[in-house]
Nanobody, 120 residues
């Protein structure tokens, strides 16, 4: 079992930055592929960024060049650094973990979500 706890969400003006954190407990962090998803009201949950078990990052086209995903194995934490935020980035952001090499192959654990609101 893995427990995921997100933090770092909040209200920010367009053009601003935020860093989300996802602290993982349970089995060793390096055993899982990790990712960040988001869901705005009335929309489906979408993948924002993910990092494979070998540490390779990937991003949705909508956030490339603005967001960066990273992990700290010692702290068992994955981060999502978000810059140049836009109102359309407003959503609940969820941390995800997968026993597969990539979260895109199936998510096994979800965090509770953290709200990010970008004002124009």
């Amino acid at each position: 079992q893995v427990q995921l706890v997100e933090s770092g969400g909040g209200l920010v003006q367009a053009g601003g930055s935020l860093r989300l954190s996802c602290a993982a407990s349970g089995r060793t962090f390096s055993s899982y592929a990790m990712g960040w998803y988001r869901q705005a009201p009335g929309t489906q949950r979408e993948l924002v960024a993910h990092i494979s078990r070998t540490g390779t990052p990937n991003y949705a086209d909508s956030v490339k060049g603005r967001f960066a995903i990273s992990s700290d194995i010692v702290k068992n934490t994955v981060y999502l650094q978000m810059a140049s935020l836009k109102p359309e980035d407003t959503a609940v952001y969820y941390c995800a973990a997968s026993r597969q090499p990539l979260v895109t192959l199936g998510v096994d654990f979800w965090g509770q979500g953290t709200q990010v609101t970008v004002s124009s």
